[in-house]
C-alpha cells in the first residue's frame, strides 16, 4: 500500500468560485435588489393605440379609496369600484385591462403596501 502524501485532501475538488472584486456583507445578501416599483398587478398587454386612462376617471376611483383598517368594508369598496369601472368602454380594451390599470389608484395606506 502507498502512502498517502495529501493528508486525507481529495485533488479531485474544483476550485472555489471567485471571490467578488468588493466584498458584501451578509446584509446585501438579504435584501432584494428592486430596480423598478413592482406590483402582484399584470397589466395586460393593450392593442388599442387609443387607450388612455382620463384624470377624471382616477379621481373618481380615489373618492372611494380603500386603506385596510378594519373599519372599512371591502366588499363596498369592491362594488363601488366595479361600478365605477363600468362607466367606461372602449373598443378593442376588455373591462379586466381597464381595472386592472385602475386598481392601484384605489388604495391607499396599509392596503396600497399589499401590492
Not at 399584470?42 to 387609443?50: E, G, R, T, W
Not at 373618492?63 to 368602454?89: D, S
Request: charged residues 15%; hydrophobic residues 45%; contains cysteine.
Amino acid at each position: 500500500m502507498a502512502a498517502n502524501n495529501n493528508n486525507g485532501l481529495n485533488n479531485n475538488q474544483p476550485a472555489p468560485a471567485a471571490v467578488d472584486a468588493q466584498p458584501r456583507v451578509v446584509r446585501d445578501y438579504c435584501l432584494p435588489m428592486v430596480y423598478e416599483n413592482v406590483t402582484g398587478i399584470f397589466n395586460p398587454v393593450i392593442a388599442a393605440n387609443n387607450f388612455e386612462l382620463k384624470s377624471s376617471l382616477i379621481n373618481m376611483v380615489q373618492q372611494n379609496q380603500f386603506g385596510g383598517l378594519a373599519t372599512e368594508y371591502p366588499n363596498i369598496h369592491l362594488a363601488i369600484f366595479l361600478e365605477v369601472c363600468a362607466t367606461v368602454k372602449m373598443n378593442g380594451v376588455t373591462d379586466d385591462a381597464i381595472r386592472l390599470q385602475l386598481f392601484s389608484f384605489s388604495l391607499r395606506d396599509r392596503a396600497r403596501s399589499w401590492l
